[in-house]
């Protein structure tokens, strides 16, 4: 008899049981979530702690101000890293392993891919209804799908534009208005500084191009009944795409990431002189530059057509309650409180966490006073009349997350080997309807 | 018989908690991760609140992952990065190995010292460093570039790959280098001393004792350079937002984890997790058995 | 088969007696000139951590990396430890407790292992050796993702173990460790032990160990540095912050700069720090990287 031959037919068959094991675990239980966990609620006079995931500068504050006033009812801020959707991965992941945050910070555009995957509890169960009116219609509607309610929404990002006044004025330049103003102060700038650019086209950053291509009059997504509708590839895409290709062979706009390393060098510089921007941008210059305070001012972002002025929207965020997370009812609770409550809406926008979801939030608020990195412009004015200029029948696709990384990929495929962006445009199309298909999705 | 069956049972013994949690970390991990490659998830209503079921897909998942101009293009690019890569760092190692074997080195500790303290800094904290040293407006070397007149660019589409292979050869030469330097030491002192007496130069001593003394060493680097190649994700994940050139589907296993959490296809991430080990292993085996056959005439 | 004796003072006799004169100092200034070339290589993105360590957020963006700009780095160093309630001296404390705890363990049960294949000859042993080197040859990484689900489904992932019990393997360790025993453990002392009664595990525990030490030491450093270093497994695994080990976390703060930009300073500052403990690993315990790698490498 040999002992060693059963150790070695043991151990693979052990392991074979523990695989085969698992596998049946994973065919009994739906992968996507199907049955959901049974959320725990709190008992009167119960001490609890919320974890809540986010990533707006200066939340901390408010969530400090929420666990001063609610000694029972403790949040526990994490923040995540909102680079390249980093912070989605991890909340698809803790999803997944069933151990979510009880609160997060979850995107307007993302909402469809969340569902998806059916990681966001229905507000409408919990009575959410009644808080509808304290929000502006369209940041809401962001959240509705159907009768239910899955997000409660935080802010907007109306766009602008954010230029150095200093530079401007030194060079002669006037503020453009339009797109076609924007390229020839594009011209002045190089001109008048062989270093500097007007600003950059950030290959990379889908969400920004989308915002343009929106403002253009675009409709990329819709459904009629249980079949989607994509549209990207069409003449208001390619219209932005061909204006920003014509720029970059132009040599007149940078093509390096924004928000990162080396832009933020060009920025504090006074190598990149502008930025359209949303207004949660304010935050992020003003952090990232500050010896430069004081010569930056905000305009309305360029129009196509001054006659019809159309504005943009760039991001904007909710706060939504991931499923398999517990204590709904003071979740929703802190959420709606996080955006409604004066005193935290006013520490979320020294924040800088864009333009308030909540209805009237603007007047008297932090944003309503002179702001000293702009030269104690009052430049918020200029984003409450962008916000009343933005198409608000936009709707998002459960793939988009997928849609920005074939804009990145095709962009920066198209602008080093010179092919053209309307072959780009044409491409993300083809991906974007082949990412909906696959996801046994219907697509028109 | 009992002297055999005594024996025996102390081989189980002393395998067995190595075996179980070798079983359960890492054949468990592979046959799980082939039988969810098999699958699919079905979805109805357009955002498939209509409910959701996994069904058995065959290979349909692989057939997705090899028609992925991204995944196969992402392969192509490890590589090629290895075929460069590898021989660039062990020809590098075995250079530095053999320069502080010679006996006209000085300051040996030091040198050795300094160039194996890479090996101690995580991939993820190199590429951080690194960064800051390709990003134009803060690398103090771009900027000296410059000012020399030489135009460079790091992180352009053409050099970004170079710019990743650079921070793996600063890792792990050094490393390479020490496992080198233990297999030349233990060749016996007498035999160099040998050879210099019967008139051997010291290029004669370095190509017909000391290099083929240093093959089997050489083998096993190289086999782990390979491995650690196919494995490149940190390096381009913390370079990712510094260039566009980098994407989410820059290397086999970014465009796994990129298509496992952001965009919840988990079982083609299995499918793709399983073709990189394959691939792994194909080359990996593959090289061992080039280099073996050459050993035996 | 013991610990490699360092031996360049006769190979030199032998070499300078043949290049005596011009060409030795020649072949000198060249070789040490080389390896000066290298050596720069090698140290200045550490020299460029040392510098910017001292520097702030704007410092950084603001003044030449390769030297000082109003420095302060007791300042900088006391802030990247106080941060966030003094989150970074818990990543550390994580690293150290996962490579430690991984580190030993792994050590040991390739140990025993390696010893079983070694010392016991029983059918089927090369398959099992054949397994296990396969296990070498696979890329960790590909590992991780079916590890997560599996993880998942049990409800184990982001937890301690998650990170803890891959951590545990080490297939490169018993190759390792069975090369060693096989040349280094004498079967005639085995056979004395059992004629005088000592249990196989008492033989384990009182001779062989003390006999494979050399080698233990090097699994035992290679394991902690992958484990150290290791990045994907605790990135898949891993989501509560309190949980990471500071890879994850540098890279955490990291991905949050363009927010709030005083993280580049605790970055750098958090990088720095980090890599002090095993760099000091490394230059002290140089010795047993060579001494076990010798074993290993010798007979591959």
Not at chain 1, 163 to 189: C, H, M, N, Q, S
Not at chain 1, 339 to 359: R, V
Not at chain 2, 203 to 210: E, L, R, S, T
Request: hydrophobic share 50%; aromatic share 12%; charged share 15%.
């Amino acid at each position: 008899m040999n002992a060693g031959a059963v150790s070695r037919r043991t151990l693979l068959a052990g392991s074979a049981a523990a695989a085969a094991g698992l596998g049946v675990a994973g065919c009994s239980s739906s992968d996507s979530g199907g049955s959901a966990p049974k959320a725990k609620e709190r008992k009167p006079g119960q001490k609890i702690t919320l974890t809540f995931w986010a990533w707006v500068p200066g939340i901390d504050k408010a969530v400090d101000l929420w666990n001063s006033q609610n000694p029972d009812v403790q949040v526990k801020l994490e923040k995540v890293s909102p680079s390249g959707g980093a912070q989605y991965a991890k909340m698809h992941a803790a999803l997944k392993a069933g151990n979510p945050p009880d609160v997060a910070q979850v995107e307007f555009q993302v909402i469809p891919d969340f569902l998806l995957d059916n990681g966001l509890v229905d507000l409408a169960k919990y009575g959410i209804a009644k808080d509808k009116d304290k929000f502006v219609d369209w940041q809401w509607q962001q959240g509705v799908f159907g009768s239910s309610v899955y997000a409660v929404p935080q802010a907007s990002g109306p766009m602008g534009l954010f230029y150095r006044k200093d530079l401007f004025d030194k060079w002669g330049i006037a503020v453009p208005t339009t797109w076609d103003e924007y390229a020839a102060a594009a011209k002045k700038v190089r001109k008048a500084d062989p270093k500097a650019y007007i600003s950059t086209f950030p290959p990379a950053n889908g969400g920004w191009f989308t915002g343009l291509a929106w403002q253009a009059g675009a409709k990329w997504f819709d459904t009629h009944g249980d079949t989607w509708t994509i549209d990207i590839d069409n003449a208001e895409t390619r219209k932005v795409a061909e204006y920003w290709e014509g720029l970059i062979k132009q040599g007149l706009v940078s093509t390096e990431p924004d928000q990162q390393d080396s832009w933020f060098a060009d920025v504090q510089h006074g190598r990149i002189v502008a930025w359209p921007s949303a207004q949660w941008g304010d935050a992020i210059l003003s952090g990232n530059a500050e010896p430069t305070k004081g010569k930056w001012r905000a305009a309305p972002i360029p129009v196509w057509d001054k006659a019809k002025p159309i504005s943009a929207n760039w991001g904007g965020s909710t706060t939504a309650l991931l499923r398999g997370g517990n204590y709904i009812t003071d979740a929703l609770k802190f959420a709606v409180w996080l955006n409604t409550d004066p005193k935290s809406i006013d520490l979320l926008i020294a924040g800088g966490y864009g333009w308030p979801a909540a209805k009237g939030a603007f007047a008297g608020s932090a944003l309503d006073k002179p702001s000293p990195f702009f030269g104690g412009q009052k430049y918020n004015t200029v984003f409450a009349a962008s916000d009343k200029l933005i198409d608000k029948s936009w709707k998002w696709i459960p793939t988009i997350q997928a849609t920005y990384k074939h804009l990145g990929d095709e962009f920066t495929k198209a602008i080093n080997d010179k092919t053209s962006f309307a072959t780009a445009i044409a491409n993300v199309q083809k991906a974007t309807v082949a990412d909906m298909k696959a996801k046994g999705l219907k697509v028109a | 018989m009992s002297r055999s069956s005594r024996s025996s049972r102390a081989a189980i013994g002393f395998l067995a908690p190595f075996g179980v949690l070798f079983a359960l970390f890492f054949v468990a991990p592979i046959g799980y991760a082939v039988y969810q490659s098999l699958f699919t998830v079905e979805r109805s209503g357009p955002l498939g609140l209509g409910g959701a079921h996994t069904v058995f897909a065959g290979l349909s998942n692989y057939s997705r992952a090899l028609a992925d101009a991204q995944f196969t293009a992402s392969l192509g690019r490890v590589l090629l990065f290895g075929v460069v890569q590898v021989p660039v760092m062990i020809i590098g190692a075995t250079l530095l190995a053999l320069l502080l074997e010679s006996a006209s080195a000085r300051g040996i500790r030091f040198f050795r010292t300094a160039f194996f303290l890479p090996y101690g800094v995580p991939g993820v904290v190199a590429s951080i460093l690194w960064g800051f040293l390709y990003v134009p407006g803060i690398s103090p070397i771009v900027s000296l570039a410059h000012g020399a007149g030489w135009q460079v660019d790091f992180l352009s589409s053409g050099t970004v790959l170079w710019s990743i292979a650079n921070i793996a050869t600063w890792q792990f030469t050094g490393y390479n280098m020490l496992v080198l330097i233990a297999q030349l030491k233990s060749v016996p002192g007498d035999l160099y001393e040998a050879a210099t007496i019967d008139g051997a130069n010291a290029w004669q001593v370095v190509w017909h004792i000391k290099l083929p003394m240093l093959r089997p060493a050489l083998v096993l680097t190289t086999v782990f350079t390979i491995i650690g190649t196919l494995q490149l994700f940190s390096e381009p994940l913390v370079l990712k937002p510094l260039t566009g050139n980098i994407n989410g589907s820059y290397t086999p296993n970014l465009n796994a984890y990129t298509e496992a959490f952001q965009n919840n296809n988990y079982n083609l991430a299995a499918a793709e997790a399983v073709l990189l080990a394959l691939v792994a292993c194909v080359l990996s085996f593959g090289f061992l058995k080039i280099v073996g056959r050459r050993e035996k005439p | 088969m013991t610990a490699v004796v360092d031996r360049p003072a006769t190979v030199q006799s032998g070499q300078t007696r043949r290049h005596a004169g011009t060409p030795a100092v020649r072949y000198r200034i060249l070789v040490t000139a080389l390896l000066a070339v290298a050596a720069v290589y090698f140290l200045v993105p550490v020299y460029w951590l040392v510098v910017s360590m001292t520097k702030s957020s704007s410092g950084l963006f603001g003044s030449f990396g390769f030297w000082f700009a109003d420095p302060h780095p007791i300042d900088n160093l006391r802030a990247v430890l106080t941060y966030d309630h003094g989150t970074y001296l818990r990543w550390f404390a994580n690293s150290v407790l996962y490579a430690l705890v991984g580190g030993v363990v792994a050590t040991l049960l390739a140990a025993a292992a390696g010893y079983g294949l070694a010392k016991f000859s029983f059918r089927g042993r090369e398959a099992v050796f054949n397994v296990v080197l396969a296990g070498v040859l696979i890329p960790g990484t590909a590992l991780a993702l079916p590890l997560y689900l599996m993880f998942a489904k049990v409800g184990m992932s982001n937890t301690y173990w998650s990170v803890l019990l891959p951590s545990m393997v080490s297939p490169f360790g018993v190759y390792l460790c069975r090369i060693y025993a096989t040349a280094a453990v004498p079967d005639g002392l085995l056979e004395a032990a059992r004629i005088d009664g000592a249990s196989e595990l008492g033989i384990f525990r009182r001779i062989v160990l003390r006999i494979m030490s050399p080698a233990l030491v090097t699994v035992f450093l290679f394991q902690f540095v992958a484990i150290w270093n290791n990045f994907f497994l605790p990135l898949v695994m891993l989501s509560d912050s309190k949980l990471y080990p500071i890879t994850l976390g540098l890279t955490s703060w990291f991905g949050y700069t363009d927010r709030q930009p005083v993280l580049y300073q605790y970055t750098v500052g958090g990088a720095f720090l980090s890599v002090l403990p095993l760099m000091v690993l490394m230059v002290v315990l140089q010795r047993y990287w060579r001494t076990g790698l010798t074993e290993g490498s010798v007979k591959a």
